[in-house]
């Protein structure tokens, strides 16, 4: 008779579902609140103006100029022969139908504003508005 029966221990095992789980959640919550900077953007503080009204127009064309008198067409930077020929085409697609939006900074030499401004005018483009706060 055997006083001592060996009993059968069951292996340690590790169950992965659950870790899985968690690392999916984790990795959807990183993915979910990290910021991709792909698109450039304007650092612009428009002056502010009390009687400024709202802007609705339908066909326009968005001019931006920052604190160091770069140009931005659109959001892309562009060089002063090129902002010219884009003012040349919005006239010749549109004729005086297109709004000319101006997004300047406050610190903005005057120089590039008026050139803008002079610009539009040439090219009989009346409609030109001003961004403000």
Same mark, same amino acid.
């Given at each position: 008779?055997?006083?001592?029966?060996? $009993?059968?221990?069951?292996?340690?095992?590790?169950?992965?579902?659950?870790?899985? !789980?968690? +690392? =999916?959640?984790?990795?959807?919550?990183?993915?979910?609140?990290?910021?991709?900077?792909?698109?450039?953007?304007? !650092?612009? =503080?428009?002056?502010?103006?009390?009687?400024?009204?709202?802007? %609705?127009?339908?066909?326009?064309?968005?001019?931006?100029?920052?604190?160091?008198?770069?140009?931005?067409? /659109? %959001?892309? /930077?562009? =060089?002063?022969?090129?902002? /010219?020929?884009? +003012?040349?085409?919005?006239?010749? !697609?549109?004729?005086?139908?297109?709004?000319?939006?101006?997004?300047?900074?406050?610190?903005?030499?005057?120089?590039?504003?008026?050139?803008?401004?002079? /610009?539009?005018?040439?090219?009989?483009?009346?409609?030109? $508005?001003?961004?403000? $706060?």
């Amino acid at each position: 008779m055997a006083l001592f029966i060996p $009993r059968r221990r069951r292996k340690p095992d590790i169950n992965i579902v659950p870790l899985v !789980d968690v +690392l =999916t959640v984790l990795i959807f919550f990183f993915l979910m609140t990290m910021q991709f900077k792909g698109e450039k953007t304007l !650092d612009i =503080t428009p002056p502010k103006m009390d009687t400024a009204g709202p802007a %609705n127009q339908t066909s326009r064309l968005i001019v931006g100029i920052d604190k160091t008198g770069k140009y931005f067409l /659109e %959001n892309k /930077e562009v =060089t002063q022969p090129q902002l /010219e020929a884009a +003012l040349q085409k919005a006239a010749a !697609d549109h004729g005086n139908e297109t709004t000319v939006l101006l997004l300047a900074d406050q610190d903005t030499p005057l120089k590039d504003v008026t050139f803008v401004l002079d /610009e539009s005018r040439k090219l009989k483009l009346d409609k030109v $508005r001003l961004q403000t $706060r």
